[in-house]
């Protein structure tokens, strides 16, 4: 079973460019959750989105920054008008139910570089 | 809010011998559930081993074992016989019921495995 992929592992953009990170999760998994990553920090919970559905972005910047997961297709998550700030690691990760102890499964990153 | 404290930021071990890592939650819940995940240098995030609140008995996955104490919100993780694989980032990460899969980390333990 392929994991949960996610592309491009490396994108720099300039200030004020728009980010697109996308996340495959695994066979079978409807549920997929977006974590970021500051230097020398832990992971930070953003957004818990079913196929269609956005069910928490309690953790997202309220500007700039969304989430969709269609019906068909990777999951997005796009930050428009991107900053320094931004600059960070974007962990998916995905699971075939809701519940806690489910294992969530983490994809390898994307690493947005904002110069 | 549920926070989980990770008071060590590195820690270093000779090859072959054992280590314990910490880490401290703060919760109401009765029942939730406690991870260990490891990021070695290639930065995946890999489940090391996980506790459910309301079993006793600690768990173990080979090399790997906690130390759950409840009352105390502890959950350490000892690791016997360190390889230099195990160098990485360790994360101690916590999931409640409320929650459901949207984990919050601690700020993590750098491990160096020296020979």
Redesign the interface.
Known sequence: NAGVMQNPRHLVRRRGQEARLRCSPMKGHS?V?W?RQLP??????MV?LQKENII?ESGMPKERFSAEFPKEGPSILRIQQVVRGDSA?Y?C?S?PR????????????S?LTVV | AQT?TQSQPEMSVQEAETVTLSCTYDTSEN???LFW?KQPP??????VI?Q?AYKQQNATENRFSVNFQKAAKSFSLKISDSQLGDTAMY?CAY???E??????????TILRVKS
Request: aromatic content about 26%; cysteine-free.
């Open positions: 549920h959750y974590y020398e920090e832990g992971l930070k919970f818990y928490d690691a962990f990760a699971s809701r519940g806690i102890g489910n294992t969530i499964y983490f994809g390898e990153g690493w | 989980v029942n939730y559930y995940y290639s930065r995946q995030m890999i489940l996980r459910e994360f999931d409640a019921m929650y459901g899969n949207k984990l919050v980390f601690g700020a993590g």
